[in-house]
């Protein structure tokens, strides 16, 4: 986590030097007045989705997690990985809390991938927009091109990548604990 925020801040400051140089120093108020109104409309989705992602971890036992997404659930956790992630509203900062919650839960990394892929490729609360912007064609076109490309992901994910899904959890700890692996 550290590694991260020091890259972000690095960036953050060669834009702003960017930004500084090239238009003046009112680029940075309205860059930080732009980012400001951004977080506003931003926090409360990401308070629900860490609050949701905690609830996940603590209400659902560990053995139902492995019941309906884990190692024993075969085809039925991929196939649920991909409903939840097309039915699972908001961007990034909403659903990866939520993939990790079900690592962190026991959930199989082919079910997580799964998740992660249909979010966004199969979103439902996307379909409208798509739908009215790019007409009625071009989404039925693209949306059956992917129909199956979440359960083909989380296959592959689960041969190729068989008993990653405690590597990652543990990463996971690790980052949101801030410690680094010895």
């Known amino acids: 986590m550290k590694n991260t925020v020091l890259i972000m801040s690095g960036l953050t400051i060669l834009l702003a030097v960017v930004g500084l140089v090239r238009q003046g120093p009112e680029i940075i108020i ?3 007045m732009a980012g400001g109104e951004m977080l506003i409309r931003v926090v409360p989705l990401l308070i629900a989705a860490f609050i949701f992602a905690g609830m996940v971890q603590v209400l659902v036992s560990k053995e139902t997690i492995n019941q309906w997404l884990g190692k024993d659930s075969g085809i039925k956790g991929i196939m649920l ?5 097309a039915l699972i509203p908001g961007g990034p900062y909403v659903f990866y809390p939520i993939a990790a919650s079900f690592l962190l839960s026991g959930a199989e990394i082919g079910t997580v ?3 992660v892929v249909a979010k966004n ?3 439902l609360s996307r379909l409208p927009m ?3 912007l790019l007409g009625p064609r071009l989404t039925y076109i693209r949306f059956i091109v992917t129909l199956l490309f979440p359960v083909i992901v989380g296959l592959i994910a689960n041969t190729f990548f068989q008993g990653y899904a405690n590597k990652v959890a543990d990463q996971i700890r690790q ?3 801030g410690r680094k692996k010895t």
């Open 175 to 177: 980052t949101q604990s």
């Open 121 to 123: 490729l199969w979103s």
């Open 81 to 85: 990985g991909g409903i939840a992630g």
């Open 113 to 115: 991938v799964t998740f």
């Open 130 to 132: 798509e739908f009215a």
């Open 30 to 32: 309205h860059a930080a």
